[in-house]
T-cell receptor
Framework: SQQGEEDPQALSIQEGENATMNCSYKTSINNLQWYRQNSGRGLVHLILIRSNEREKHSGRLRVTLDTSKKSSSLLITASRAADTASYFCATEAAGNKLTFGGGTRVLVKP | SQTIHQWPATLVQPVGSPLSLECTVEGTSNPNLYWYRQAAGRGLQLLFYSVGIGQISSEVPQNLSASRPQDRQFILSSKKLLLSDSGFYLC????????????FGDGTRLSIL
């Protein structure tokens, strides 16, 4: 079963707009990670946020984590056509294994 | 710097044929290694992971097996492929220690005819 569930499943925005996607999970975690996948390619790691962190930034990316609600969000600011991809959250509990959600497909229109 | 190689990129195999997919990692020692399968438009399902040579953990019962003959080599195999084995297979590595990300290869698109 999937630990993380992303919402929405798909998102279409204009270039320059912000994109926000959410992830919910069910059990206690050590950290939560976000990955990007371009069509037909492998996953690229974006951000790792630890269970004792609430917010993290990397360039145009902002991730929040609310462990009380078991949820996380990924915000992409000032989106570009190159941000078109699928975005996955993944949770790591014990055992150094990741459990992935189903992903959010983001389309950024020029 | 670390790199991960996965091949072949695409593979078309008949039902009942054997399978061998290889993944190698460079620039790191004693990595954790992982095999995932991804159905079209879906998330990743963990198939196998390994914390060391000869140490394989299977996550789901299936028609596949994995082996780690060397520290930085991870092989996914099958003796007889089924139609349901079609999918996108991804290899990944992770460094030792807590709170480490995983790093993925470019995947193998496997089609069973």
């Amino acid at each position: 079963s999937q630990q993380g569930e992303e919402d929405p499943q798909a998102l279409s925005i204009q270039e320059g707009e912000n994109a926000t996607m959410n992830c919910s999970y069910k059990t206690s975690i050590n950290n939560l990670q976000w990955y990007r996948q371009n069509s037909g390619r492998g996953l690229v790691h974006l951000i790792l946020i630890r269970s004792n962190e609430r917010e993290k930034h990397s360039g145009r990316l902002r991730v929040t984590l609310d462990t009380s609600k078991k949820s996380s969000s990924l915000l992409i600011t000032a989106s570009r056509a190159a941000d078109t991809a699928s975005y996955f959250c993944a949770t790591e509990a014990a055992g150094n294994k990741l459990t992935f959600g189903g992903g959010t497909r983001v389309l950024v229109k020029p | 710097s670390q790199t991960i190689h996965q091949w072949p990129a695409t593979l078309v195999q008949p039902v009942g044929s054997p399978l061998s997919l290889e993944c190698t990692v460079e620039g790191t020692s004693n990595p954790n290694l992982y095999w995932y399968r991804q159905a079209a438009g879906r998330g990743l399902q963990l198939l196998f992971y390994s914390v060391g040579i000869g140490q394989i953990s299977s996550e789901v019962p299936q028609n596949l097996s994995a082996s780690r003959p060397q520290d930085r080599q991870f092989i996914l195999s099958s003796k007889k492929l089924l139609l349901s084995d079609s999918g996108f297979y991804l290899c990944a590595w992770r460094g030792v220690g807590t709170n480490q990300p995983q790093h993925f290869g470019d995947g193998t698109r496997l089609s069973i005819l």
